[in-house]
């Protein structure tokens, strides 16, 4: 991992080379990395029952997948990676305007 992380929360962290989703695979746990050259997009959606608010890792929605987080039940916002597949991988940071602010910049998002 880069010595330049720009954010780390204990589950995300972004550095200079892309974002790392910790405890992504299950049941393994393994992290999962994604240089920023593979991000079509990023966006903030609300994070509600459908989305995965319920769960602790998984997804109730076929389209989502998130990583392990039990504190999804308090956080009202998630961050979702187009990756251009079907599935996108999508987390719930501590601070997703921040996140998403980092994420821009690196995917050159307006």
Not at 18 to 39: A, C, D, E
Not at 64 to 84: A, E, F
Not at 87 to 110: M, Y
């Amino acid at each position: 991992m880069s010595s330049q992380i720009e954010y780390d929360d204990g589950r995300a962290v972004l550095d200079r080379n892309g974002v790392t989703l910790r405890h992504y695979y299950f049941p393994t746990g393994q992290s999962k990395h994604i240089p920023y050259g593979q991000i079509h997009s990023a966006e903030v959606r609300p994070n509600g029952w459908l989305t995965g608010k319920g769960r602790g890792w998984g997804t109730s929605d076929p389209r989502y997948w998130l990583p392990l987080d039990i504190s999804w039940p308090r956080k009202d916002k998630l961050v979702v990676l187009d990756l251009g597949g079907f599935v996108h991988p999508a987390f719930s940071p501590d601070e997703p305007d921040r996140v998403i602010a980092i994420l821009r910049q690196h995917v050159g998002q307006p």
